[in-house]
């Protein structure tokens, strides 16, 4: 069987962060989290600004206004990311 990646969409049911990791709980019911050190934008945002994260289009990407950032949620789901995992200190 060959897996093809673009045959999926994940959709959330809800999104939060804590400690700098987004979380999405996905309709399945796993919950996946990310560091937001993954994206350009999230990675210099404030904690109270990570946390005004919403849902938008049924579920389908994450938004931040303050930011202007949206992530797909399939995307992250499937490791998508603007930059590498950090080194740890």
């Given amino acids: 069987m060959i897996f093809n990646p673009n045959e999926f969409e994940f959709v959330a049911t809800r999104v939060w962060v804590a400690n ?37 289009l049924g579920g389908s990407a994450m938004r931040w206004d303050d930011l202007d950032e949206d992530i797909t949620v399939t995307g992250a789901a499937l490791g998508r990311f603007q930059a590498p995992l950090p080194l740890a200190a």
């Fill in 20 to 56: 700098r990791i987004v979380f999405m709980e996905l309709t399945d019911g796993r919950q996946i989290g990310f560091p937001a050190a993954r994206f350009t934008r999230l990675s210099s945002a404030t904690d109270e600004q990570l946390a005004q994260v919403v849902l938008r």
